[in-house]
């Protein structure tokens, strides 16, 4: 059976490619998107969604609109320089798209229909889930496990020098999930940042496979990779942080992890988003698996067999 997924998103270049994926992966099936601010505006995200379902000829897969703010009602700081003013890159979905849009309690509906078979995947600000657990306190507890990406353990932020930027972007909401999801797997930057598409991995695809999305893999991919440049001199290619996500939920074996409960710091101090583990000699460990290590051959193996349906 396809595992479900309702995927909780701000595309964004790198969600974009993991919806794409999810898209063409035969053993995914989306079975809805809950967008909200992030890279871009939560109505921007919403566009971007509908528009990349529709190039693969999926309209019926629910668009869901979600928060358009953090919950401390700070004043959101988008990334043009990184994903685009539209955030795919040159992507313009076109003006004069239509498209329904379904209400939150969709949300609710999914979980019903769904119970133990639906994963829910959140890639982008931590705002929406955490008030999906709080107005369906009951039915959220049918998900079957929860994958996030988020967080930096050990290893530097990149919205500042200790935080990522989803945990970053609302880490009172973050809190709150990491204390109640259940079966939680955490993909940090740890190994998403490892997570490297390159130049020739794109021309290859847009040669051999036969997709609806090869006339924008290449812009998109340019935007994102010259930004990288900028942020990282030397970088080979553009690291996909979302899209490695959920590779995982359908591999798990692309990555190692350790098993251990995750917190991280909120408030305003200089602190803001770090995620943090206990590691003294008696700190606790816990059930939540969060990715540590990244086998790249197994990630680059596994993005050819989807993208090129092998």
Same mark, same amino acid.
């Given at each position: 059976?396809?595992?479900?997924?309702?995927?909780f998103?701000?595309?964004?270049?790198?969600?974009?490619?993991?919806?794409?994926?999810?898209?063409l992966?035969? *053993?995914?099936?989306?079975?809805?998107?809950?967008?909200?601010?992030?890279?871009?505006?939560?109505?921007?995200?919403?566009?971007?969604?509908?528009?990349?379902?529709?190039?693969?000829?999926?309209?019926?897969?629910?668009?869901?609109?979600g928060?358009?703010?953090?919950?401390?009602?700070?004043?959101?700081? !988008?990334?043009?320089?990184?994903?685009?003013?539209?955030g795919?890159?040159?992507?313009?979905?076109?003006?004069d798209?239509?498209?329904?849009?379904?209400p939150?309690?969709?949300?609710?509906?999914?979980?019903?229909?769904?119970?133990?078979?639906?994963?829910?995947?959140?890639?982008?600000?931590?705002?929406?889930?955490?008030?999906?657990?709080?107005?369906?306190n009951?039915?959220?507890?049918?998900?079957?496990?929860?994958?996030?990406?988020?967080?930096?353990?050990?290893?530097?932020?990149?919205?500042?020098?200790?935080?990522?930027a989803?945990?970053?972007?609302?880490?009172?909401?973050?809190?709150?999930l990491?204390?109640?999801?259940?079966?939680?797997t955490?993909?940090?930057?740890?190994?998403?940042?490892?997570?490297?598409?390159?130049?020739?991995?794109?021309?290859?695809?847009?040669?051999?496979?036969?997709?609806? !999305?090869?006339?924008?893999?290449?812009?998109?991919?340019?935007?994102?990779?010259?930004?990288?440049?900028?942020?990282?001199?030397?970088?080979?290619?553009?690291?996909?942080?979302?899209?490695?996500?959920?590779?995982?939920?359908?591999?798990?074996?692309?990555? *190692?992890?350790?098993?251990? *409960?995750?917190?991280?710091?909120?408030?305003t101090?200089?602190?803001?988003?770090?995620?943090?583990?206990?590691?003294?000699?008696?700190?606790k460990?816990?059930?939540?698996?969060?990715?540590?290590?990244?086998?790249? *051959?197994?990630?680059v193996?596994?993005?050819?067999?989807?993208?090129?349906?092998?």
């Open positions: 059976m396809r595992k479900k997924i309702l995927f998103c701000d595309p964004g270049i790198d969600d974009s490619l993991a919806i794409i994926y999810s898209l992966h035969p *053993d995914l099936e989306l079975v809805g998107i809950v967008t909200s601010y992030g890279n871009v505006t939560k109505e921007t995200a919403s566009a971007n969604a509908y528009y990349l379902i529709q190039l693969a000829g999926h309209k019926n897969i629910p668009i869901i609109p928060a358009a703010n953090p919950v401390q009602q700070e004043e959101v700081t !988008y990334y043009p320089e990184i994903h685009g003013k539209e795919i890159g040159p992507i313009r979905p076109p003006s798209m239509l498209y329904q849009i379904y939150f309690d969709m949300i609710r509906y999914l979980l019903n229909q769904h119970g133990k078979d639906l994963i829910i995947v959140d890639t982008g600000r931590s705002t929406s889930l955490a008030t999906a657990f709080i107005l369906f009951q039915e959220i507890k049918k998900a079957g496990a929860f994958y996030l990406m988020g967080g930096a353990f050990f290893v530097p932020g990149n919205v500042t020098a200790l935080a990522e989803n945990f970053y972007g609302d880490p009172t909401s973050s809190n709150y990491l204390k109640f999801c259940h079966n939680l955490i993909t940090p930057l740890n190994v998403t940042k490892y997570a490297i598409i390159t130049e020739s991995m794109i021309k290859r695809i847009i040669q051999e496979a036969d997709s609806p !999305y090869e006339f924008l893999l290449s812009p998109i991919f340019e935007y994102y990779f010259e930004a990288y440049k900028r942020l990282v001199p030397g970088i080979q290619g553009a690291p996909i942080h979302d899209l490695l996500t959920v590779m995982v939920v359908a591999n798990p074996s692309i990555v *190692d992890f350790i098993y251990y *409960d995750a917190k991280v710091i909120d408030g101090v200089e602190g803001k988003g770090l995620s943090y583990i206990d590691l003294r000699p008696k700190g460990k816990g059930k939540t698996r969060i990715a540590m290590k990244l086998h790249y *051959d197994q990630f193996e596994e993005f050819f067999r989807v993208m090129l349906n092998k």
